[in-house]
């Protein structure tokens, strides 16, 4: 099973949709969980923090699921601009590294 | 804020011959740093990382080898690129209880 994993799209979406990302991860004893952005031909750009509580930084939220070890990013009123790869990330136990997916592929269109 | 450079942007290299890649961060003492590939079409693969000087964790045994001779400075090297090394070679610098921040990489093309 791979550490991090998410449904590779891609997503094609009209502007002003609301669209979901999920995730999943293996290890039960990671503690910290992000989502990355990461442009074409870019290097990845931290998007969110995703905290036990549920967080959210305007037209985004995170979710995050201890127990089922599930992650989620809803992103609402989509724009043109929020066309990119979306990366899930999770902490190796060992605090030295982290675990990325492969990335959603999500295009939002006029 | 950490800043992290990484050069050269963009390298065209032949089969067999050598490689250096460099990185160095500002605005951070002491970061565990990373090199990553990500080959077209495809997820990070993490290949070394280091939590201090002279100490390197080599994810990925390869042709490749990494050293850190400098607390902000990280190097990528090869004595005999393949084309299977083609791809795209980020730095990233970490903290613990911050995030992971990456250079702008280093797109290599190996012919």
């Known amino acids: 099973r791979k550490e991090v994993e998410q449904d590779p799209g891609p997503f094609n979406v009209p502007e002003g949709a609301t669209v979901a990302f999920n995730c999943t991860y293996s290890?039960?004893?990671?503690?910290?969980f992000f989502w990355y952005r990461q442009d074409c031909r870019k290097e990845p750009k931290l998007l969110m923090s995703v905290y036990s509580s549920g967080n959210e930084d305007g037209r985004f939220t995170a979710q995050l699921n201890r127990a089922s070890q599930y992650i989620s990013l809803l992103i609402r009123d989509s724009k043109l601009s929020d066309s990119a790869t979306y990366l899930c990330?999770?902490?190796?136990?060992?605090?030295?590294?982290?675990?990325f997916g492969k990335g959603t592929s999500l295009l939002v269109t006029p | 804020s950490q800043t992290i450079h990484q050069w050269p942007a963009t390298l065209v290299q032949p089969v067999g011959s050598p490689l250096s890649l460099e990185c160095t961060v500002e605005g951070t003492s002491n970061p565990n740093l990373y090199w990553y590939r990500q080959a077209a079409g495809r997820g990070l693969q993490l290949l070394f990382y280091s939590v201090g000087i002279g100490q390197i964790s080599s994810e990925v045994p390869q042709n490749l080898s990494a050293s850190r001779p400098q607390d902000r400075q990280f190097i990528l090297s090869s004595k005999k690129l393949l084309l299977s090394d083609s791809g795209f070679y980020l730095c990233?610098?970490?903290?613990?209880?911050?995030?992971?921040?990456f250079g702008p990489g280093t797109r290599l093309l190996v012919l």
């Open positions: 290890n039960s004893a990671s503690q910290s």
């Open positions: 990330v999770v902490n190796r136990p060992s605090g030295y590294a982290l675990n």
């Open positions: 990233a610098s970490y903290r613990t209880q911050e995030t992971q921040y």
